[in-house]
């Protein structure tokens, strides 16, 4: 057991302190203000405060972690040997940066209280973040961090007692239009047909008569192929549908259709099947629990996990709104077309509520990529090569390398085979 001293023991300090020891390093970790505790510990330890108390291992701490509520902090960012950091620790400090600050930081999404700009969407823009203007958005800062104290804390205590953790693969399908043309009701249909015809999309008509006649040729009925290719590859998957009314932004299969419905139950014998909560129920709560209890029912188990329509995070009432919803995970964390880990991290974390002062009950898992941000990629080489930096770099810290892909872009008309890329890169990244 490894004992922090620190001259203030608050929520943030805990919070941050059992994330990086333990939830990444799989060190036990237990805390004291007493010096007299401090001074009779045996085994390993160490000091986070402003001055060392003798010739301990000492980390000079910054005050964010001792504050409350938010405050216009300067960040800026140094490099500690070969990975960007911040909050700098003087040179009495055993490491350049407080780690523990940046860390909470990162993962608190400190920068989307702070004023800033919204999409149209109502997102936290990529660009706004300090790892986009710094250039470390493709790197889990936050677990190469600990990774390089847990290096320096072994040259002191060679003993020192750890969990290894092994490296995870999962990939997420989010179902926001189950089909194309099938089971669309006949108005939708019939609207949709024309809308193609005055449009002169004809090979939508094409394929929209040959989908009537046979709903099995619907170009987004990718379903078998996938639970096929989960199941010889072994691969942890997870699919998350939109179980919502038609609206602007919401425009899956009604979630009164049988067939529809028989499809999520099939699924859900192969795979986790869990919520992609509707653009509707952003803010409003109620809407948002009557579509978990739909899919449950569907089911016949909790749905605990969710995703939000168009990656819509508005920090901190959209967590707020999965806790009142009874949500135990979520897995909305991510940038829709910038690659990149937004919370810094690749290791599930709590939600830290900086306007409550507290941890909310409620887990989140970064995703790296979605899939709309290949699109901007010309090649499927190329797509590769940036999918391979960030598998080395996640499982070289043995984190969680989550990759999100869309029912419809798999099963969409574009110039790449999407089908196989998947195929592909669940090949090359699950192992």
């Known amino acids: 057991m490894l ?30 203000t007493k010096v007299e505790d401090f001074i009779k510990h045996s085994g390993p330890k160490i000091t986070y405060t402003k001055q060392p108390l003798q010739n301990e291992f000492f980390i000079r701490s910054n005050d964010i972690l001792f504050e409350q509520g938010i405050s216009d902090i300067q960040v800026i960012v140094g490099r500690w040997e070969d990975i960007p950091c911040f909050f700098p620790s003087g040179e009495k400090s055993s490491i350049p940066y407080d780690i523990f600050s940046a860390s909470f930081y990162l993962l608190s999404r400190y920068e989307e209280y702070l004023p800033h700009v919204k999409d149209v969407h109502g997102r936290f823009p990529p660009k706004e973040s300090i790892a986009y203007q710094y250039s470390f958005l493709r790197q889990p800062v936050v677990d190469q961090w600990a990774f390089k104290l847990l290096d320096k804390l072994q040259e002191r205590f060679p003993n020192l007692e750890r969990i290894k953790r092994e490296y995870k693969h999962a990939t997420i399908i989010d179902v926001t239009t189950s089909h194309c043309f099938a089971h669309r009701g006949f108005i939708r249909s019939a609207a949709g047909f024309f809308l193609d015809l005055g449009s002169f999309k004809f090979k939508r ?21 996938l639970i096929d290719l989960h199941k010889k590859l072994k691969v942890k998957s997870l699919f998350f549908f939109q179980f919502a009314s038609y609206s602007t932004y919401d425009k899956n299969v009604s979630p009164n259709n049988n067939k529809f419905k028989f499809l999520i139950k099939w699924i859900a014998d192969y795979s986790l099947v869990s919520l992609g909560a509707s653009y509707s129920s952003f803010n409003d709560i109620e809407l948002l629990k009557k579509e978990k209890k739909r899919l449950e029912l569907v089911v016949n188990r909790p749905v605990n996990y969710s995703r939000m329509r168009y990656n819509r995070v508005d920090i901190p009432e959209t967590y707020r709104n999965l806790v009142d919803g009874e949500f135990t995970d ?36 970064s995703f790296v990529v979605h899939d709309y941000a290949l699109l901007n990629l010309a090649t499927k080489e190329e797509i590769l090569d940036k999918m391979s930096v960030l598998y080395e770099q996640v499982k070289k810290v043995k984190g969680e390398l989550n990759v999100v ?27």
Not at 19 to 24: A, C, E, G, L, M
């Open 3 to 32: 004992l922090i001293y620190t001259h203030k023991i608050t929520p943030r300090f805990t919070y941050t302190m059992k994330q990086v020891f333990t939830r990444i390093l799989g060190i036990e970790v237990t805390f004291t």
């Open 205 to 225: 008509v094409a394929d929209r008569i040959k989908v009537w006649f046979n709903p099995k040729n619907d170009p987004f009925n990718n379903y078998k192929f």
């Open 405 to 431: 892909f869309s029912n419809e872009l798999l099963g969409g008309t574009n110039k790449l085979d999407w089908k196989k890329l998947y195929e592909t890169i669940l090949t090359n990244y699950n192992v």
């Open 330 to 365: 979520d897995y909305t964390m991510g940038y829709t077309h910038e690659i990149g880990f937004r919370a810094g991290t690749c290791t599930p974390f709590y939600f830290y509520d900086i306007n409550l002062e507290v941890q909310q009950p409620i887990r989140i898992h």
